[in-house]
């Protein structure tokens, strides 16, 4: 059971619009910034938003984050078929002294 | 260029300790605000957070692991060793290093190691 909560999966059309949400609490995410990675298969996990909303270089401005309160939202505009992976939220827990993810997200571009 | 790579055994029997080393090049733990982590992944499974050691080692640890846990830096060896004793087949994971920066993100990560653990 994950501390931050997120759907197990999202489906959308290529050149749709997908949002991934991650819920926590005032001790994670009402309190901390919150970052997002992206995972392929067989891969490492990469930074894909940080503090919330920002961007890595390189990263597409396909991709956005956003905060409020307790949740987080991923937006993924103009899906892509290689956009197809997992993706998990994360943020320091201020009671736990450590960081804690969501249980990841599938996303399946169809 | 940040590199990280993880090694260590791919195997262990239950019971027995996992040390695991990250090494890394590209930067120092010696900078200040330099952080390094474990993270695990089982098969099919979410990320888990480990542990953690600062640049001033400071050092911070899963609160449901952390009588198993035991995370040290070799500055001059830039490398980060974590040893997890009692290991058991659910610990069976892929263990990554990863560099936080800033508000407590990972910006780059290791490609990890695979560890099972079978009699």
């Known amino acids: 059971q994950s501390v931050l909560t997120q759907p197990p999966s999202v489906s959308a059309a290529p050149r749709q619009r997908v949002t991934i949400s991650c819920s926590g609490s005032s001790s994670n995410i009402g309190d901390n910034p919150v970052n997002w990675y992206q995972q392929f298969p067989g891969k490492a996990p990469k930074l894909l938003v940080y503090?919330?909303?920002l961007l890595p270089s390189g990263v597409s401005d396909r991709f956005s984050g956003s905060k409020s309160d307790t949740s987080a939202s991923l937006a993924i505009s103009g899906l892509q078929s290689e956009d197809e992976a997992d993706y998990y939220c994360?943020?320091?827990?201020?009671?736990?002294?450590?960081?804690?993810f969501g249980g990841g997200t599938k996303l399946t571009v169809l | 260029q940040v590199t990280l790579k993880e090694s260590g055994p791919a195997l262990v029997k239950p019971t027995e300790t996992l040390t695991l080393t990250c090494h890394f090049s590209?930067?120092?733990?010696?900078?200040?605000?330099?952080?390094m982590n474990w993270i695990r992944q089982p098969p099919g499974k979410a990320l888990e957070w480990l542990a953690r050691?600062?640049?001033?080692?400071?050092?911070f640890y899963s609160t449901s692991l952390k009588t198993r846990l035991t995370i040290s830096k070799d500055t001059s060896k830039n490398q980060v060793v974590l040893t997890m004793t009692n290991m058991d087949p659910v610990d069976t994971a892929t263990y990554y290093c990863?560099?936080?920066?800033?508000?407590?993100?990972?910006?780059?990560w290791g490609q990890g190691i695979l560890v099972t653990v079978s009699p």
């Open positions: 503090s919330d909303d």
């Open positions: 050691i600062d640049w001033d080692d400071d050092i």
């Open positions: 590209g930067f120092s733990l010696t900078t200040s605000g330099m952080r």
């Open positions: 994360a943020a320091w827990d201020d009671r736990l002294n450590g960081v804690v």
């Open positions: 990863a560099r936080m920066r800033g508000d407590i993100f990972f910006d780059s």
